[in-house]
C-alpha cells in the first residue's frame, strides 16, 4: 500500500484534480482519511469542507474504512429477481457483517450499489474493482473464502465472457449477449472510414448531414444531434470540447457497456467528427466508474489511434484539424449520467446538475463551448458520415431514423442486446426477445415508463415511447409494488439533494405507497400520491427529479385497478399509523394496556 | 438599455433585457415568493419556491432569463397550492420548533408559512435525527433547521476566497459541513452577517439569540412578501 502523502504530492496542485486524487488515495488506503482530506485540501488550496463535500457526494469513496475487499452487490430489480437476496445472505454470513458495514478485523466491508449494469446477468457485484457476475450463494461463499486467505479477487475470475471481454488488457466474465445486430452499431466498420471521410467535407457540410440524417440524441432525451453541434460550432470561443457520456446509469441498460467493449474504435471516430463539426481540438470521454475495468483497453485503442494518425496533430492527414482525446472516470453516481452534472463531476467537483440556461454548448466543460453526446449517438453519427443520411432515413420511422439499441432484461428467454429499427411495438420486442407471458414493461428505465399488456402494440419511436434503450420485462408473478418501491428506492438513493421536491418529497412518496402496501390506504391516499407526484415533476431542477415521481405516476395511470384492489374503496380516512400499535410497546413497559378502538394488542 | 414586454398573470410589464424573470417581476412591484434566493448571491434554485409556469413549462423565476413575450404565471391557484408544498416539505423533513427558535419572528421560512397559512402540513413529519454543532466560540449550527438553501455555502468565504460551508453527502442525508478552522477566523461582524444570512435558524450566533424580544422582530412588523396582502388563497 502507497502512502497516500506521495499520492498526494504527485498530483499538480490543480482543484480539478480533486476527484483524482481522491480516487487514488481511496484505492490504495481503502478510505479517505482524515488526514488525507487535510493534505488534499492543503495540496489544493481547498477548504476541507470542500474535500469532504466531494468523498461524500460518490459512492464509491468513503471518509471510513470499507475493507481490504470491498463488495458492492447491484440493487437493480432485475438482480433481486434473480436471487439477489439469498446471495446477500450468503455474503454477510460467510464474512461476518451485515450489508453496510465492515468486518470488525477490516478485511472485508459489504455495501450496496445502484444499478452497474449488468442487468441481463444478475446478481452482480464489483469487488476492488473486478465485475462478478451471475452469482448464486454458493460462489459467494466461494467468494468470501477466497478473501480470507488474500488472494487478488482478479483471480478469481473462473471464466472469461466472449469477445473482447476475454482481452489481456480486459480480463472479465462479463458477457455481452448480444442477441441482434442491426445494420447502423453492428453493420460493417473499415476502422479509419468515419474520420478519413470526415476531414475531407467542411465542418457545415457534416452538420448539414446529421441534420438531414435526423439524428436524435440516444441517451433517451432525442435532442437533435446537428442542431446541438450547430449551436456550438455558432459559440464565438478560442476552444471548444466533445465530452462523450459514457455514465449510463439508467437501471436496466447496458448497451454502451457493450460498445466500449466491442466498438471502441467507431466510438473515438465519432468523437473525432463531433470535434471535427463543432471545431474542437479536445475530447473527453466520461466513463462511469463501473466500467473501470474497460479502461485499459480504451487507452490502448486510443494509443492505437494515435499511431494510426487517426488522433493527434493533424488527424488524417489535414492540416489544420488537430484532435486527441482522454478519458475521466466517474465514482458512483447517476446524476452524473446528466450532462452539466457530468461536467460539474469532470472538473473535480460534486456532481451536481448546473442551472439552465446558459446550456454546456454555450458555457460547457472549464467554461468553454461543449457538446454532449451519449456513446450510441456518436457510433451513429460515425456511420451516418461514412454512409449518408439518406441511407439512414430509411430506417426507422419517419420521425425517428434509424436503428436503437436496446438493452434487454427481466423475464424473457434471451436478455440482452437487440439493434433493431425504431417504430417496432413492445409486442414484437417480447416476441424476439422469448417474453411470452410478459404483465408488465418498463421501458426507458425507472425514468420511463411502465407499459401494460393493453398497450404493447405502441411502438418503440420518440413519437410514441421514447427510450435511452433500457427495456425490463415483468412476468405477471411478479409484484408491481415491490418493482415501483425498488425503482423509488433507487431515485431517493441518486438524488443530489439539492431541491427540496427531489430530495424531500421522493422519500414522502415511497412513505405513502408503502402506507397503501400497507393495508392501510383509501382513495384519498391514491389522489394524494398523483398530486404529490405532480409537484415533484413539476418543480424539481433537474431531468433526475423531473421524472422521479415516473414509477409511481405511470403505474397509477397504468395499473390502476391494482391500486384501487390495494385501498379501502369505503374509507374515507385511515392515519399513517395504527396508534395501539405504536404505543404498545411503552404501554408495556408502563405495565397497561390503552383501551383504543381498533388496536391489535397481541 | 433595451426594454423588453411581457406579461405576469395576463397584465403587460416591461422590463430590462438580461433579467431574470424574478428581478423583472421585483422591478415591477410584483412579488414572487422566494427562500433561498439572496441580494447580491448568485441564485442556486434550490428551494424552487420561486418556480413559474411559461407556456405551460415550469421554471424557477431566479434562474431563468427573461425572454421577451413571455407570459408568466405566478398567483394562479395550483402553482400556489405547489409552493406550499414546498414549504411543507421543508418543515416535515427538518425539526421547526417555533415557539423555542431564537429566529422566530425573523424567519422566512416561518413568514412564508404564515402568508401561506400553513396550519399543519399534509406530509408525515420526518422526525430526522440531527445534531446541534457547536461551530467556535462565536457560532453554532442547528442542522435540525437547515433548509438546504446554501445561502452560507454561497456568502460566508475565508479572505482567500475558500468556501467554509460546504454540502456534505446526498440525497435526503445531504447535510452543510463547515471547515472548523476558517470558521474559527470569522471576526465577529462576519459571525453576525452569517447568522442574519441564514434564512431559518441554523447558523446562531451565540449569546445573542434574544436580544431583539419577540414581538419586536422583522416579521412582527409586516408579513413576508411587503404588499401586506392577504397571500394566496386556500
Known amino acids: 500500500m502507497e502512502h497516500y502523502q506521495e499520492i498526494i504530492s504527485r498530483r499538480p496542485r490543480e482543484a480539478a484534480d480533486l476527484l483524482e486524487i481522491i480516487r487514488d488515495v481511496q484505492a490504495s488506503a481503502g478510505c479517505v482519511p482524515e488526514a488525507a482530506v487535510s493534505e488534499i485540501a492543503r495540496h489544493l488550496n481547498l477548504s476541507e469542507a470542500d474535500v469532504r463535500g466531494a468523498v461524500t457526494f460518490y459512492h464509491f469513496f468513503s471518509l471510513s474504512p470499507r475493507g481490504r475487499y470491498t463488495v458492492y452487490l447491484n440493487t437493480s430489480i432485475t438482480s433481486w429477481m434473480a436471487g439477489r437476496a439469498d446471495v446477500a445472505r450468503a455474503f454477510e454470513e460467510e464474512a461476518g457483517c451485515l450489508f453496510g458495514e465492515t468486518t470488525p478485523d477490516g478485511l472485508i466491508g459489504l455495501f450496496s450499489t445502484s444499478c452497474i449494469g449488468m442487468n441481463d446477468q444478475e446478481p452482480s457485484a464489483i469487488i476492488n474493482g473486478t465485475v462478478f457476475t451471475r452469482l448464486t450463494p454458493q460462489k459467494a461463499r466461494h467468494l468470501v473464502r477466497a478473501m480470507k486467505t488474500g488472494r487478488d479477487v482478479r483471480d478469481l475470475v473462473a471464466e472469461y465472457g466472449d469477445g473482447a471481454n476475454q482481452s489481456d488488457l480486459v480480463r472479465a466474465m462479463v458477457s455481452n449477449n448480444i442477441r441482434r445486430r442491426g445494420p447502423v452499431i453492428f453493420g460493417p466498420f473499415e476502422p479509419g472510414a468515419a474520420v478519413r471521410k470526415v476531414v475531407s467535407c467542411a465542418p457545415e457540410e457534416v452538420i448539414r448531414e446529421i441534420k438531414e440524417a435526423n439524428l436524435l440524441g440516444r441517451g433517451g432525451a432525442g435532442f437533435p444531434t446537428g442542431l446541438k453541434w450547430e449551436f456550438c460550432r455558432k459559440e464565438k470561443a478560442g476552444s471548444r470540447y466533445v465530452v462523450c457520456n459514457a455514465d449510463e446509469g439508467e437501471p436496466g441498460t447496458f448497451k454502451d457497456r457493450i460498445i466500449l467493449t466491442e466498438l471502441p474504435q467507431l466510438l473515438f471516430e465519432g468523437m473525432v467528427v463531433a470535434g471535427y463539426a463543432i471545431g474542437a481540438s479536445e475530447g473527453l470521454l466520461y466513463l462511469r466508474s463501473e466500467y473501470s475495468y474497460l479502461r485499459a483497453r480504451l487507452e490502448s485503442v486510443l494509443e492505437s489511434m494515435r499511431r494510426e494518425k487517426l488522433l493527434g496533430p493533424e488527424v488524417a492527414g489535414h492540416p489544420r484539424f488537430r484532435f486527441d482525446i482522454s478519458i475521466v472516470s466517474g465514482a458512483g453516481s447517476y446524476v452524473c449520467g446528466e450532462e452539466s452534472a457530468l461536467l460539474e463531476s469532470a472538473e473535480g467537483r460534486r456532481g451536481e446538475p448546473r442551472n439552465r440556461p446558459p446550456f454546456p454548448v454555450e458555457i460547457g466543460y472549464r467554461g468553454r463551448p461543449t457538446t454532449v453526446n451519449n456513446v450510441e449517438t456518436l457510433c451513429t453519427a460515425a456511420k451516418v458520415v461514412v454512409h449518408g443520411a439518406p441511407w439512414f432515413r430509411s430506417m426507422g420511422t419517419a420521425k425517428s431514423s434509424g436503428t436503437k439499441l436496446l438493452s434487454v432484461s427481466g423475464d424473457c428467454e434471451r436478455p440482452g442486446l437487440y439493434e433493431l429499427e425504431f417504430g417496432l411495438s413492445v409486442q414484437e420486442l417480447l416476441d424476439i426477445a422469448g417474453a411470452r407471458d410478459a404483465f408488465a414493461v418498463q421501458v426507458g428505465g425507472p425514468s420511463g415508463t411502465c407499459v401494460p399488456r393493453q398497450d404493447f402494440r405502441r411502438k418503440i419511436a420518440f413519437e410514441d415511447l421514447p427510450t435511452g434503450g433500457a427495456v425490463i420485462i415483468f412476468g405477471p408473478w411478479r409484484n408491481l409494488f415491490e418493482i415501483v418501491k425498488n425503482f423509488m428506492d433507487f431515485f431517493i438513493e441518486e438524488s443530489c439533494g439539492w431541491c427540496t421536491p427531489c430530495r424531500v418529497g421522493n422519500s414522502l412518496l415511497k412513505q405513502k405507497l408503502e402506507k397503501i402496501t400497507g393495508g392501510r390506504g383509501t382513495r384519498r391516499d391514491l389522489n394524494d400520491l398523483e398530486a404529490w407526484g405532480k409537484v415533484i415533476r413539476a418543480m424539481s431542477r433537474c431531468g433526475l427529479g423531473q421524472t422521479s415521481p415516473n414509477p409511481i405516476l405511470t403505474t397509477l395511470q397504468n395499473f390502476p385497478e391494482l391500486y384501487e384492489a390495494a385501498v379501502d374503496p369505503k374509507a374515507d380516512f385511515a392515519a399513517d399509523f395504527d396508534l395501539g400499535e405504536a404505543t404498545l410497546e411503552a404501554a408495556r413497559l408502563a405495565g397497561r394496556l390503552p383501551e383504543l378502538e381498533g388496536a391489535s394488542h397481541d | ?234
Open chain 2, 1 to 234: 438599455m433595451t426594454k423588453i414586454a411581457f406579461t405576469i398573470d395576463g397584465r403587460s410589464y416591461k422590463a430590462e433585457a438580461g433579467q431574470t424573470i424574478l428581478q423583472a417581476a421585483k422591478a415591477n412591484d410584483v412579488y414572487i415568493p422566494t427562500l433561498c434566493n439572496y441580494d447580491g448571491l448568485k441564485p442556486v434554485g434550490s428551494c424552487r419556491i420561486c418556480t413559474v409556469r411559461v407556456s405551460g413549462r415550469y421554471m424557477a423565476s431566479c434562474t431563468q432569463i427573461l425572454a421577451a413575450g413571455m407570459a408568466v404565471e405566478t398567483s394562479v391557484l395550483d402553482l400556489e397550492d405547489m409552493r406550499r408544498s414546498i414549504i411543507e416539505m421543508l418543515f416535515v423533513e427538518g425539526n421547526h420548533m417555533c415557539p423555542m427558535c431564537e429566529k422566530s419572528g425573523n424567519c422566512e421560512l416561518q413568514a412564508l408559512a404564515y402568508r401561506y397559512q400553513i396550519m399543519a402540513p399534509r406530509f408525515p413529519y420526518q422526525f430526522p435525527v440531527r445534531r446541534i454543532e457547536p461551530l467556535t466560540s462565536k457560532l453554532m449550527l442547528e442542522h435540525n433547521r437547515c433548509i438546504e438553501c446554501q445561502r452560507c455555502v454561497r456568502s460566508v468565504l475565508a479572505k482567500d476566497g475558500r468556501r467554509i460551508f460546504v454540502p456534505q453527502n446526498r440525497s435526503k442525508h445531504r447535510k452543510i459541513g463547515v471547515d472548523a478552522a476558517l470558521a474559527a477566523e470569522l471576526t465577529d461582524e462576519e459571525a453576525r452577517k452569517a447568522m442574519d444570512t441564514c434564512p431559518v435558524g441554523a447558523i446562531l450566533r451565540k449569546e445573542v439569540g434574544f436580544a431583539v424580544p419577540i414581538g419586536r422582530r422583522k416579521f412582527d412588523a409586516g408579513p413576508i412578501g411587503g404588499d401586506a396582502g392577504q397571500g394566496p388563497q386556500r
